[in-house]
């Protein structure tokens, strides 16, 4: 019997997100230092049949429809393609996405696809290796590239890019970010910077905003917000020079979606977080550890839900960033 996630503001989650690691091979300035971070513990990690479990809680038990791998960096967890096809063998019909940096997509998109993905979200900042260079602190985007272009050659479309924009750094780059996804078939979504960094340097005054994403687009392209309903997505989408083509901008920060949020969190060492910015967590690894059934996780995991704040609280003048930064709570 399903029962789902809902919180007391009346809002159900049916997205789970899952970190498989906290690890990532690049080293994005607005993420984490240049020397990485110290990574978590291998016995504090799940294992991948606690992965695969606990999902099965989620979409047999909660009524999870959607299942999102994440990290850190998803494809440098080595039973990433087995977890994929456990997951796909509990349920025939659940929607599964990963969001990666693609490294390493080249390799793995045909398994992936054939273990069950849908789908792939790639993030990239930039289409100048220079710049790929100085945002990520490596030489690689041309295996990004690569790795954009198995997906799509795998099945794992719509193909969809994250691009956070820096000031001073790319924050030219929207029309040619928008260009260049265009010409590829990929679906191009803008991400408001959001105060999840490590080294807690985020300031909201230098922050590249949603406003400023769509003067910059509105100068080289006839942008009108699209006609379908956006319902509980996070991007708020506009038709292209009439479309069918779509640019998306998830403005996190300055026009919060919280009201209609259906998302909910697993991260790498079994904890839930009901908010991206939640302060506190529910731990499910002790628990399963300690011999909990199915119906007790579950349990346990709809009053995790139930405690949701109404919102993520950046505007309030006492808003704390979490301890975790992104790379440790999976996007």
Known sequence: MVHTLVDQHGRVATDL???LTDRCNLRCTYCMPPEGLDWMPTDEQLTDDEVVRLIGVAVQRL??????????EPLVRRGLVDIVRQVRALDAEVEMSITTNALGLAKTAHALAEAGLNRANVSLDTVRSEVFHEITRRDRFADVVE???AAEAAGLGPVKVNAVLLRGVNDDEAPELLAWCLDRGYQLRFIEQMPLDAQHGWDRASMVTADDILASLSAAYRL???????????AELFHVDGGPATVGIIASVTRPFCGDCDRVRLTADGQVRNCLFARSES?????MRAGATDDELADRWRAAMWGKLPGHGIDDPT???PDRPMSAIGG
């Open 17 to 19: 997100r899952v970190s």
């Open 63 to 72: 009524g999870v429809r959607e299942v999102r791998f994440t990290g850190g």
């Open 147 to 149: 790795g954009l272009a």
């Open 224 to 234: 009108e917000p699209a006609s379908e309903p956006r319902g509980s997505a996070p």
């Open 283 to 287: 731990d499910l690894r002790d628990a």
């Open 319 to 321: 808003f704390l960033q």
